[in-house]
């Protein structure tokens, strides 16, 4: 067998790697360290590479990091940055990216990596990188970086020195990364898009698809990475005034992670943490179309239902805030008030009620009026129902509770008739005395009592009611095992209302409330699920946005190109009628009235 000649390259980097002596072989990966961003060679993105893996393998291996490995990462990026030419030749053009995410992996959980990162001078080739110096590729393993860097007490304070440009700059970066994803590479055609970003995207073995799949996954972590930046300053009260932009706050509830990264909190965590201030909580407040987005997603299959009620509450625990917003998020609160737990949260309902009755009886009174009768109407409903129904609940002997479970039962029948024979209001009548005369421990029973009068506002065309109403059958049947019906009927509803996000989330958690239900879990995903899952996936597709703003742009280009053609067409026939024959009219010109019909 024939041996392989010996590497002629000094100081390899692969060759060092299989040094079997410990000693000589770190003092080796120190010079190699050292060396590689003075050397031109083409091995550098393997190397790279290589790192890039142990770094993703091994974060918190301290052998590369107590050899140089930051100082080598921050020069690799500076000469990318400030040495085009170098860059263009051969495959440095990934150099940045790697050295970036390998920073970036190393300091994720390791604080003291994090304090050799900032001595070895990564911050400032960082911010380059941040402004978008090379391309939003780059930008997101930047963004990541300082995010780990900012998370960390003792390295937060040298990220911080740029405070004011790195908070504008992810304000940005998050408001506008999906329509620049869009526009340099998703929307445009395979041939054109940037051959190093397809190799990065897909490691160079994937396809249009696994490059476009790939491509909004990276997109939604540039955007959720930047607002993880941001939340790193809120949480510590810096410039609020500068992140509680209005703009900003009002698109925060939009910027959710997308299906790809549901793992983000996104813009309800960067919410939850400005409700946590006094600051923030004033400008909060301010906004009714943030107001409106947290109440919809305190009602819905959302992972994040628990920030969104959060922030309501500290809304309201503020006595600066709570009348501002209490007339807002009164009526949608009041339908979670028999909510038992929801993830960590204990008696999340009771905590609810607690809070919106707090200074009720100066509204019972007459010593407060509020803004809203429909707010009033609300908190009246729950007073009668936590406080004046379980004093007549108690007060109730068993043969009184079996009969009214009759009673209850017999009015139940009575709607399902009307129901039935298309009667639908009478039907919602009955629904309703029904709930009355109920007791609240007769959960089942209610349960189906609100949902078949939620069924009753679909079909009358009150959205609004029927996720009131939906909402609180999900309420009464918990979050493990929630009654199906209703969160398809809630799906529906949104998707009146055209909340596409919230609706895609109830018509996916109803579906997985079927596959795991005894009775439907060989039964096929139905139908008219599927569809409505089709539509919404579509609605809710972290580009649709930006290609409809890209769309209205073209239009707007045509229409003008179309307007100054209009205009040369004009002056070349005033030309005509000031003697000047050569000139061809539009009417003696054959092509161009062709294509002026094409348009």
Same mark, same amino acid.
């Given at each position: 067998?024939?041996?392989?000649?010996?590497?002629?390259?000094?100081?390899?980097?692969?060759?060092?790697?299989?040094?079997?002596?410990?000693?000589?072989?770190?003092?080796?990966?120190?010079?190699?360290?050292?060396?590689?961003?003075?050397?031109?060679?083409?091995?550098?993105?393997?190397?790279?590479?290589?790192?890039?893996?142990?770094?993703?393998?091994?974060?918190?291996?301290?052998?590369?990091?107590?050899?140089?490995?930051?100082?080598?990462?921050?020069?690799?990026?500076?000469?990318?940055?400030?040495?085009?030419?170098?860059?263009?030749?051969?495959?440095?053009?990934?150099?940045?990216?790697?050295?970036?995410?390998?920073?970036?992996?190393?300091?994720?959980?390791?604080?003291?990596?994090?304090?050799?990162?900032?001595?070895?001078?990564?911050?400032?080739?960082?911010?380059?990188?941040?402004?978008?110096?090379?391309?939003?590729?780059?930008?997101?393993?930047?963004?990541?970086?300082?995010?780990?860097?900012?998370?960390?007490?003792?390295?937060?304070?040298?990220?911080?020195?740029?405070?004011?440009?790195?908070?504008?700059?992810?304000?940005?970066?998050?408001?506008?990364?999906?329509?620049?994803?869009?526009?340099?590479?998703?929307?445009?055609?395979?041939?054109?898009?940037?051959?190093?970003?397809?190799?990065?995207?897909?490691?160079?073995?994937?396809?249009?698809?696994?490059?476009?799949?790939?491509?909004?996954?990276?997109?939604?972590?540039?955007?959720?990475?930047?607002?993880?930046?941001?939340?790193?300053?809120?949480?510590?009260?810096?410039?609020?005034?500068?992140?509680?932009?209005?703009?900003?706050?009002?698109?925060?509830?939009?910027?959710?992670?997308?299906?790809?990264?549901?793992?983000?909190?996104?813009?309800?965590?960067?919410?939850?943490?400005?409700?946590?201030?006094?600051?923030?909580?004033?400008?909060?407040?301010?906004?009714?179309?943030?107001?409106?987005?947290?109440?919809?997603?305190?009602?819905?299959?959302?992972?994040?239902?628990?920030?969104?009620?959060?922030?309501?509450?500290?809304?309201?625990?503020?006595?600066?805030?709570?009348?501002?917003?209490?007339?807002?998020?009164?009526?949608?609160?009041?339908?979670?008030?028999?909510?038992?737990?929801?993830?960590?949260?204990?008696?999340?309902?009771?905590?609810?009620?607690?809070?919106?009755?707090?200074?009720?009886?100066?509204?019972?009174?007459?010593?407060?009026?509020?803004?809203?009768?429909?707010?009033?109407?609300?908190?009246?409903?729950?007073?009668?129902?936590?406080?004046?129904?379980? !004093?007549?609940?108690? #007060?109730?002997?068993?043969?009184?509770? $079996? %009969? +009214?479970? =009759? *009673?209850?039962?017999?009015?139940?029948?009575?709607?399902?008739?009307?129901?039935?024979?298309?009667?639908?209001?009478?039907?919602?009548?009955?629904?309703? !005395?029904?709930?009355? #005369?109920?007791?609240?421990?007769?959960? $089942? %029973? +209610?349960? =189906? *009592?609100?949902?078949?009068?939620?069924?009753?506002?679909?079909?009358?065309?009150?959205?609004?009611?029927?996720?009131?109403?939906?909402?609180?059958?999900?309420?009464?049947?918990?979050?493990?095992?929630?009654?199906?019906?209703?969160?398809?009927?809630?799906?529906?509803?949104?998707?009146?209302?055209?909340?596409?996000?919230?609706?895609?989330?109830?018509?996916?958690?109803?579906?997985?409330?079927?596959?795991?239900?005894?009775?439907?879990?060989?039964?096929?995903?139905?139908?008219?699920?599927?569809?409505?899952?089709?539509?919404?996936?579509?609605?809710?597709?972290?580009?649709?946005?930006?290609?409809?703003?890209?769309?209205?742009?073209?239009?707007?280009?045509?229409?003008?190109?179309?307007?100054?053609?209009?205009?040369?067409?004009?002056?070349?026939?005033?030309?005509?009628?000031?003697?000047?024959?050569?000139?061809?009219?539009?009417?003696?010109?054959?092509?161009?009235?062709?294509?002026?019909?094409?348009?």
């Amino acid at each position: 067998m024939h041996s392989e000649p010996p590497c002629s390259k000094l100081n390899c980097f692969f060759c060092t790697m299989n040094e079997p002596e410990p000693s000589v072989r770190r003092a080796k990966l120190s010079q190699c360290f050292k060396e590689m961003p003075l050397r031109d060679d083409q091995e550098h993105v393997l190397v790279l590479s290589g790192l890039w893996n142990i770094s993703m393998a091994q974060p918190d291996d301290p052998e590369f990091p107590a050899l140089g490995i930051f100082e080598c990462m921050a020069k690799l990026i500076h000469r990318g940055i400030t040495d085009q030419n170098w860059l263009l030749r051969g495959q440095n053009i990934y150099i940045p990216y790697y050295a970036a995410h390998i920073i970036g992996s190393y300091t994720m959980d390791n604080p003291q990596f994090a304090e050799k990162v900032v001595k070895s001078g990564v911050v400032l080739p960082l911010m380059e990188l941040l402004r978008g110096k090379m391309s939003w590729v780059e930008q997101r393993v930047a963004v990541r970086a300082l995010g780990h860097l900012a998370s960390h007490e003792k390295t937060f304070e040298a990220v911080v020195v740029h405070e004011v440009e790195i908070i504008s700059l992810a304000m940005e970066i998050a408001s506008n990364c999906l329509e620049v994803v869009y526009k340099e590479f998703v929307g445009i055609k395979a041939r054109k898009r940037p051959k190093y970003h397809c190799d990065l995207l897909t490691r160079g073995v994937g396809e249009l698809e696994l490059q476009s799949r790939k491509a909004e996954e990276w997109a939604s972590q540039l955007q959720c990475w930047s607002l993880y930046l941001l939340n790193c300053f809120a949480s510590k009260e810096r410039c609020l005034n500068l992140i509680c932009n209005t703009e900003f706050l009002n698109n925060l509830c939009g910027m959710w992670g997308g299906l790809v990264n549901l793992t983000s909190p996104a813009g309800i965590g960067l919410l939850r943490t400005l409700c946590s201030s006094k600051t923030g909580r004033k400008n909060v407040a301010n906004s009714r179309q943030v107001m409106e987005s947290l109440c919809n997603v305190s009602r819905s299959s959302d992972d994040w239902q628990n920030m969104a009620i959060d922030c309501l509450l500290l809304l309201l625990k503020d006595p600066e805030t709570r009348y501002g917003v209490i007339d807002i998020v009164a009526s949608s609160l009041v339908d979670l008030v028999e909510l038992r737990s929801l993830g960590e949260s204990k008696m999340v309902g009771e905590t609810i009620s607690q809070t919106l009755l707090q200074d009720y009886y100066k509204i019972k009174f007459g010593f407060l009026k509020l803004k809203s009768q429909e707010a009033e109407k609300a908190l009246e409903e729950l007073w009668e129902l936590r406080v004046e129904n379980i !004093k007549r609940d108690k #007060l109730m002997s068993e043969q009184d509770m $079996k %009969e +009214r479970q =009759v *009673l209850v039962g017999k009015l139940k029948k009575q709607g399902n008739q009307k129901f039935w024979t298309g009667k639908i209001e009478k039907a919602c009548k009955i629904y309703s !005395k029904a709930l009355e #005369l109920c007791p609240l421990n007769f959960r $089942k %029973e +209610r349960i =189906v *009592l609100y949902s078949n009068r939620a069924q009753c506002y679909l079909l009358l065309k009150n959205p609004a009611a029927a996720i009131s109403d939906t909402t609180r059958a999900l309420c009464l049947s918990g979050r493990v095992s929630p009654h199906s019906k209703s969160l398809w009927r809630r799906s529906q509803a949104y998707d009146m209302k055209g909340l596409a996000k919230e609706s895609l989330m109830d018509c996916l958690m109803f579906i997985n409330s079927r596959i795991k239900s005894e009775h439907t879990k060989r039964v096929r995903i139905p139908y008219y699920a599927a569809r409505m899952i089709n539509k919404q996936m579509n609605a809710t597709w972290l580009f649709a946005n930006a290609k409809s703003k890209l769309c209205i742009k073209k239009e707007k280009t045509v229409d003008e190109y179309e307007t100054k053609g209009e205009y040369q067409m004009q002056e070349m026939m005033d030309a005509k009628n000031m003697g000047f024959p050569d000139m061809p009219t539009i009417l003696e010109d054959p092509k161009a009235e062709k294509r002026r019909k094409k348009r």
